[in-house]
Nanobody
Framework: QVHFVESGGGLVQPGGSLRLSCAAS????????MGWYRQAPGKQRELVAS???????TYAKSVTGRFTISRDNAESTVHLQMSSLRPEDTAVYYC????????????????WGQGTPVTVSS
């Protein structure tokens, strides 16, 4: 059974930074594209960043230039480095494996983990 365990969230002031991590219990992790998603209160879950098997990346327009996705295949882990955080980045952040078109996730593949909450507030 596939599990994702997200960590690294917390309370941060506007302009601050956080690094999220996602540990995946996923056989042949290196063969999967991965995505970071987020769900803000009262809103639908949205794709934030994607990374494919050759490490090409895409980002939502709202986070381009501020967030960086990376993967460590040896550790079956994907990271999201977030900087210049804004109040509108407040959400629960999730990761999942995905089917991808080039470097962008098209659809998630497995059940969601618990996510890690990020709150950006002064």
């Amino acid at each position: 059974q596939v599990h994702f365990v997200e960590s690294g969230g917390g309370l941060v002031q506007p302009g601050g930074s956080l690094r999220l991590s996602c540990a995946a219990s996923l056989s042949q992790f290196h063969l999967y594209a991965m995505g970071w998603y987020r769900q803000a209160p009262g809103k639908q879950r949205e794709l934030v960043a994607s990374i494919n098997v050759v490490r090409s990346t895409t980002y939502a327009k709202s986070v381009t230039g501020r967030f960086t996705i990376s993967r460590d295949n040896a550790e079956s882990t994907v990271h999201l480095q977030m900087s210049s955080l804004r109040p509108e980045d407040t959400a629960v952040y999730y990761c999942n494996a995905c089917t991808a078109s080039q470097s962008m996730c098209v659809s998630s593949l497995f059940n969601w983990g618990q996510g890690t909450p990020v709150t950006v507030s002064s």
